[in-house]
């Protein structure tokens, strides 16, 4: 079975998460074939360990997490890689991999450009 990780940043205000809920709702809405759960470096709940973990119990053999930042920053270049290696470490009976940051694709930014456009 294949499953997708959403992973954010975290923040202190709960609010703040808001927007991967909706992602999270229109990604089961769309692709209700493939489970999907959120996951965040720090601040909040459920950390990367965890979002795995609840996929393995559900049968999930191949796990990809998305991160959901703009660039390749600091976290995503020294904490995220940690991270998911101690993932594949506790879970080598899994395949886990990783995509870009979000920002980092073209039509992400063509959606930005679009969203700029209809706003002025």
Known sequence: MKALILF??????????EPFDRLKEKWVAQHSNIVVELA???LMEPSLEMAVSSLVSKGA???TVLPVFFGQGGHLRN?????????REKFPEITLSATPAVGEDDAVL????EFAARAI
Request: hydrophobic letters at 45%.
């Open 8 to 17: 954010g940043h975290g923040a202190r205000d709960v609010r703040w998460r």
């Open 40 to 42: 965040f470096l720090e």
């Open 61 to 63: 053999k191949e796990i």
């Open 79 to 87: 904490d995220f890689p940690a991270l998911l290696t101690a993932c």
């Open 110 to 113: 063509q959606s930005i450009i």
